[in-house]
């Protein structure tokens, strides 16, 4: 009885982690940043990178190969710019570079960094 009861379980757990994985969703966009950037306080050296926003815990994610290169907290928003991009605020404070504000994905969405302000730069 206890070895029914514990495969039972397993069984109910395994399907519980794949339901939640299911339903997550990420939108994945590789990006290029022509000048090294500021994101969330972590620097973004200029490169080709992919950019993954995941609506179940709004979170931006610099990726570069395997390695996570920037996390940011953000929230998704429809995007009226007809090309991909990205919008930056000019650098503030000792490091002067530009600050990530949104990243442009598919579908016409666009991840908007938490906590900025509106940006004057666009790329």
């Known amino acids: 009885m206890t070895k029914f009861v514990t495969r039972l379980s397993m069984f109910v757990l395994i399907g519980v982690l794949a339901t939640s994985?299911?339903?997550a969703k990420t939108i994945k966009k590789e990006v290029t940043f022509a000048d090294a950037i500021d994101v969330n306080g972590t620097l973004v050296?200029?490169?080709t990178y992919d950019v993954v926003f995941d609506?179940?815990?709004?979170?931006?994610?610099?990726?570069?190969?395997?390695?996570?290169?920037?996390?940011?907290?953000?929230?998704l928003e429809a995007s009226d710019r007809d090309h991909s991009g990205y919008v930056t605020r000019d650098g503030e404070g000792d490091s002067g570079r530009p600050t990530l504000l949104s990243v442009t994905l598919k579908g016409g969405?666009?991840?908007?960094l938490a906590n900025n302000t509106n940006g004057n730069s666009a790329q």
Do not use: M, S, Y
């Open 21 to 23: 994985a299911a339903f």
């Open 55 to 75: 609506d179940q815990t709004n979170e931006l994610t610099i990726v570069r190969g395997r390695k996570v290169i920037a996390r940011a907290p953000a929230q």
């Open 109 to 112: 969405k666009q991840a908007t």
């Open 45 to 47: 050296k200029a490169g």
